[in-house]
């Protein structure tokens, strides 16, 4: 799941396996889904998502509003956006049992404002749950940028070391 800010309107995406949806919803409605027409389990599936999904920011709970879904064959996608976020906030709580009713199933939580990231696997072992602070959130993508600056600039400084030896052996082999 990926929740980002995109020109200052906050949103949420799910990405999910069919055959993970189709599992869990069998096991939450207690019954075959395949009797059920694909609009009212479209339906089934957003109240469900609905209700498995909490974001509290700064102790205030932040509902999902409008949304949609996309039924493929192979991948489900939801996306909601959310009806009020703080331009700036303390903390952020979330609690997102999702599919918890398969077996050993994990989530990626990716909270992105552009600039900073935070990334977190949620399962049975955390509860599904994870909780950051402003700073926690800030300092990561800081963090993460100085990384990644060292991944771009360390190879080019050994390239230039690289072709300063070279260069080097080339002329006094030359000059012999």
């Known amino acids: 799941m990926v929740v980002k800010e995109i020109n200052g309107l906050w949103s949420v995406h799910f990405s999910f396996s069919r055959q993970g949806v189709d599992y869990a919803m069998n096991q939450y409605l207690n019954k075959d889904i395949s009797t059920i027409d694909q609009e009212s389990f479209k339906l089934k599936l957003i109240d469900y998502v609905r209700s498995h999904f909490r974001m509290k920011v700064d102790h205030e709970i932040i509902?999902?509003?409008?949304?949609?879904?996309?039924?493929?064959s192979h991948q489900t996608d939801v996306r909601f956006i959310f009806n009020e976020f703080p331009d700036d906030f303390h903390s952020i709580d979330f609690s997102v049992p999702l599919f918890k009713e398969n077996a050993n199933h994990h989530s990626i939580l990716?909270?992105?404002?552009?600039?900073?990231?935070?990334?977190?696997v949620l399962s049975k072992s955390n509860n599904y749950s994870y909780s950051f602070t402003r700073k926690e959130y800030s300092s990561?993508?800081?963090?993460?940028r100085e990384i990644n600056l060292i991944w771009v600039i360390g190879?080019?400084?050994v390239g230039v070391i690289t072709g300063l030896v070279l260069l080097n052996r080339h002329y006094r082999v030359n000059r012999v």
Request: overall charge neutral; glycine content about 20%.
């Open 110 to 120: 990716r909270f992105t404002d552009g600039e900073n990231e935070i990334r977190k």
């Open 155 to 157: 190879p080019l400084i």
């Open 140 to 144: 990561e993508g800081s963090e993460r």
């Open 63 to 72: 509902s999902l509003g409008l949304g949609g879904i996309k039924l493929g």
